[in-house]
């Protein structure tokens, strides 16, 4: 049975508006993303009692547009950021052998290599090292291998042949980042957090020359909140400076860089392994994801729209052309069944590219008693949410407990292994193909019963939601358990419907706003603006992705407003 300390339901909104709305923390940090419930995470575990406020949605930023991997970052090697690899690769294997067995899963990738003899020892020379530093953290990955020409072939049979004479076979990891995030942000809530989304910080609040509390508006109500704590924690990511700036700090700490990719259907490239190479200017993937390829990714300044940055037909092109280099069978435009643009925030430094920039973290102070956590990566969370709850405390002269994380499995993980040796009683219990119920056990691990259980009580759940795999059982978990308050939540984050449907989404959108509206208690007036939103929303994003540049892309995306925004409500 699901814990019910871990339903983010609409009743558990309620209750956390009205905690956090006066109340008095140990720390409060601001941002729903990755760093920021992993900080939540940390915090709570260790005794403390939080409130996390968040803007949107769990993950609505940077946090559900990564490339979706687990990696310790094999090209750091080549800027000699040796402790940012070992480091990364210690978390990985924490990740997908411990903590998130479920929702973190190993990878294969092909280096391909043009060059016989120098680049062989190069290229192979960075992965020995690569899998050594893993080994040092007792990693359970397989090791690399060298692969000749034909070996390459049989190893990836879609890769263009001439281009080619051989390759290494390595591994690294993979996971769906947006529900990563919320995992955490629910054991999180597990441990004592109280956990307010659609709540944005409006200033801070100060107490004998320290920051001491928070004002916020609820963005669903228009209600104003205050809370205090003794510590408070900024970790918005791109949206860092913003945040600074209500404290009087105008410096500029982080830069965004912009990184999209392409999403086709996995039939369009002959392969069931990964694909990693260099371009001039990034790094391009072809990471197989489920049912389709995700193919990125650029690395360019992104100076406009944080909210809903934007790709434009020049960065689709690109991602096409360098893909292309490589398969054997050209990709078109025809093909892409989803795009989305995320912003990486990094430290500001003396890098003169992004492409070059630190992706390690940095914590400040920039005034007392607020801490700010940026930069960094999703696979390192752990140890930056760690990192931050002790200076954050530090700084403020407080003493507590050490982190407990690396010991504490995410809600699904526990019972994972037991329930997935049952996948196929599970498929002739409940009526499913067992390849629905492996999909299922990726996205729930042992919680994937209470999702199926919602079929006893309505047969209708057991249906596919229109243009995908997903069950009308997963919407209404959406909506119960995980914080879905719109459409824009369920079909983008708690789904992939966005970008893994040709139509984004928009034929399963009245079916899927049918199953929230019963629990969210929506009339036809709030079906209706959800749908024209959504629908608003994707004909913006098609929009933009047919602008020739940044600006013009830019402009074409907020054309949709956000759903979120005050006095929608």
Not at 91 to 109: D, G, M, T, Y
Not at 452 to 468: I, W
Not at 496 to 517: N, T
Not at 536 to 541: K, Y
């Amino acid at each position: 049975m699901i814990d019910p300390k871990t339903s983010l339901g609409p009743e558990y909104r309620r209750r956390t508006l009205d905690t956090v709305d006066g109340g008095t923390f140990d720390v409060i940090v601001v941002g729903g993303g990755i760093t920021g419930i992993g900080c939540a995470l940390d915090a709570a575990s260790r005794g403390l009692t939080v409130a996390v406020v968040e803007q949107r949605d769990l993950a609505s930023g940077t946090s559900s547009r990564s490339s979706k991997l687990i990696h310790g970052g094999l090209r750091y090697l080549e800027q000699m950021d040796f402790g940012l690899v070992r480091e990364a690769l210690r978390e990985r294997e924490l990740l997908v052998s411990k903590i998130a067995p479920h929702l973190v899963w190993p990878v294969p990738f092909v280096y391909p290599l043009q060059h016989r003899v120098w680049e062989r020892a190069y290229v192979g020379a960075g992965i020995m090292l690569y899998d050594g530093l893993a080994k040092l953290g007792k990693s359970t990955m397989p090791m690399h291998r060298h692969l000749s020409h034909k070996k390459l072939i049989e190893a990836f049979p879609g890769i263009k042949r001439s281009a080619f004479v051989g390759g290494i076979l390595y591994y690294d990891a993979g996971t769906d980042d947006a529900r990563y995030v919320t995992a955490v942000a629910r054991t999180a809530a597990r441990e004592g957090a109280h956990i307010l989304t659609s709540t944005r910080v409006t200033g801070f609040t100060r107490k004998d020359g320290r920051v001491h509390g928070i004002t916020a508006t609820c963005l669903e109500t228009g209600r104003a909140v205050n809370a205090t704590a003794s510590v408070i924690i900024n970790a918005t990511g791109v949206w860092t400076d913003s945040v600074e700036c209500l404290v009087g700090d105008e410096e500029t700490d982080v830069t965004a860089s912009k990184g999209i990719h392409i999403v086709v259907p996995k039939d369009r490239i002959k392969s069931s392994i990964g694909f990693i190479t260099k371009t001039k200017t990034s790094v391009l993937f072809l990471i197989p994801h489920g049912d389709f390829w995700l193919i990125g990714t650029t690395d360019t300044k992104w100076d406009l729209d944080l909210d809903h940055p934007a790709a434009s037909r020049s960065d689709v092109l690109y991602v096409l052309e360098q893909a292309n280099k490589v398969v054997d069978v050209p990709l078109t435009e025809d093909d892409i069944v989803g795009v989305f643009a995320g912003l990486r925030p990094l430290v500001a430094g003396t890098a003169k590219s992004t492409a070059k920039a630190s992706r390690e973290h940095s914590i400040t102070h920039p005034a007392p008693g607020l801490t700010t956590i940026a930069g960094g990566k999703f696979t390192t969370y752990r140890l930056m949410a760690e990192d931050t709850v002790d200076r954050a405390f530090e700084e403020a002269g407080v003493s507590i407990p050490g982190t407990l994380t690396a010991e504490l499995q995410l809600v699904g993980a526990t019972n994972y292994a037991d329930t997935a040796a049952k996948s196929s009683h599970l498929a002739s219990e409940y009526g499913i193909p067992e390849h629905q119920i492996d999909r299922l056990l990726r996205r729930y691990g042992d919680e994937v019963t209470d999702v199926l259980d919602l079929f006893r009580t309505d047969s209708k759940l057991a249906e596919p939601v229109p243009s995908g795999a997903y069950l009308g059982a997963e919407i209404k978990f959406a909506v119960e358990h995980e914080g879905a308050l719109h459409l824009d939540d369920v079909l983008a984050r708690r789904t992939r419907l966005s970008i893994e449907s040709p139509d984004r989404g928009v034929e399963a959108a009245p079916v899927v706003a049918a199953i929230m509206a019963e629990v969210l208690g929506w009339d036809t007036t709030i079906v209706k603006r959800e749908l024209e939103h959504y629908e608003a929303r994707v004909a913006a994003e098609r929009e933009s992705q047919t602008m020739p540049d940044d600006l013009t892309a830019d402009a074409a995306r907020l054309g949709a407003p956000d759903v979120r925004m005050l006095g929608e409500h």
